[in-house]
């Protein structure tokens, strides 16, 4: 297999240039200019961060990334998706108050934000998935796929479940709406913690195959009748309809490399990756801890799995900061990612991506 290029700088600067340059640079030397943009709508597929984690990419670099698009004559918009579990962003009123008190406003980024699976989370497109072993139909924002340019902007990092969170990690559980994220999280079906319900019969009113009724005031689902498409979960005011967490890392991971897939297929993508701030989990914690490795750099590509792969390859090169969680671990896998979170394996998503034909494992780093 040929492979693909993917395009790196250091965080390096000078007089001369500072880093929001320097990422424009990258990203027009990597080709973004190749993209017909005229008269597009352009998704930016990013993090907004958890309410009180401060590891997310400052709204800096996504505003260089607009600017760019502009100036190929595109519509650029930020977009994510609602969240699966309860926190700061499950809707899309509290998901972009999340946005805008992290500093993604339209003042500072050029751009709206734009919540891609709409109020409650359930505003979605089912999007066919070539070769799929998991996922025939994937469940994504709707906003996203009526984008006629596909770009992301990652903040690779740790994370507790996949090994780290990059491109794929971005696109596919990033891209999932509420009910993607619990066909990717999830083999079984929600339930109802009946301590929590107050049996406003809304999850009723939204089944269409009749699962959930409520006795004594209280609801439950039949799982002989739901199909798990999880748009309970997202009508629940006491947040009291749940996932059962159980599908492994492994499946979890090959689910993530099918949905990033369907985004992409069909239409232009291109694909940006900051290795700064390598905190050791996600952010969509509403914390973060100490970095586990010293910022790398940027990269840039147009293959998301040669990307993911190249990150990872330049994280695993760098020394163990003192008093990370990396740091208490035993370094016994020779993997940051590993030894960070021992339960993980991301090579699973890096495999299967390369088996359904998202991409390339094999890459040429050409750096700027």
């Not at 994510?80 to 500093?103: F, M, P, S, W």
Request: with cysteine; hydrophobic share 35%; proline share 5%.
């Amino acid at each position: 297999m040929e492979k693909s290029k993917v395009y790196f700088t250091t965080m390096k600067t000078s007089f001369s240039e500072n880093l929001p340059q320097k990422l424009e640079r990258l990203i027009k030397t990597a080709g973004i200019g190749n993209i017909d943009f005229s008269n597009k709508y352009a998704a930016i597929k990013m993090h907004f961060g958890e309410p009180g984690n401060l590891a997310y990419l400052r709204p800096n670099y996504a505003s260089v990334v607009v600017k760019v698009i502009k100036e190929l004559g595109g519509k650029a918009f930020l977009t994510d998706c609602n969240t699966l579990y309860v926190g700061g962003r499950k809707n899309a009123l509290d998901h972009i108050d999340a946005a805008y008190q992290n500093g993604f406003s339209p003042f500072s980024t050029g751009c709206h934000v734009i919540i891609a699976d709409g109020l409650k989370g359930t505003d979605e497109e089912l999007v066919p998935v070539e070769g799929g072993e998991y996922v025939k139909e994937a469940k994504i924002g709707r906003a996203i796929m009526d984008a006629d340019v596909f770009i992301t902007l990652s903040h690779f990092k740790g994370h507790e479940a996949t090994g780290f969170g990059g491109a794929l990690k971005n696109i596919g559980m990033g891209c999932g709406s509420r009910a993607g994220k619990m066909e990717m999280h999830n083999a079984g079906k929600p339930y109802v913690e009946q301590e929590n319900c107050i049996g406003c019969g809304r999850c009723i009113k939204i089944c269409a195959h009749d699962a959930p009724s409520i006795t004594d005031g209280k609801a439950s689902i039949d799982h002989d009748k739901c199909v798990g498409c999880g748009r309970c979960i997202g009508v629940c005011p006491m947040d009291a309809v749940c996932t059962p967490g159980d599908e492994s890392n492994d499946i979890l991971n090959r689910k993530i490399a099918e949905y990033s897939k369907a985004v992409v297929t069909g239409r232009p993508h291109f694909h940006i990756s900051l290795v700064v701030d390598v905190s050791p989990n996600c952010d969509c914690h509403s914390e973060n801890d100490i970095p586990i490795v010293p910022d790398v750099g940027m990269f840039a590509s147009f293959d998301p799995v040669a990307l993911d792969v190249a990150c990872a390859d330049a994280v695993n090169k760098q020394p163990v900061i003192s008093g990370s969680q990396l740091d208490r671990m035993p370094h016994v896998h020779h993997d940051h990612f590993i030894d960070s979170a021992p339960e993980t394996n991301w090579h699973s998503c890096i495999e299967h991506a390369v088996k359904i034909g998202l991409g390339s494992d094999q890459y040429e780093l050409i750096e700027i």
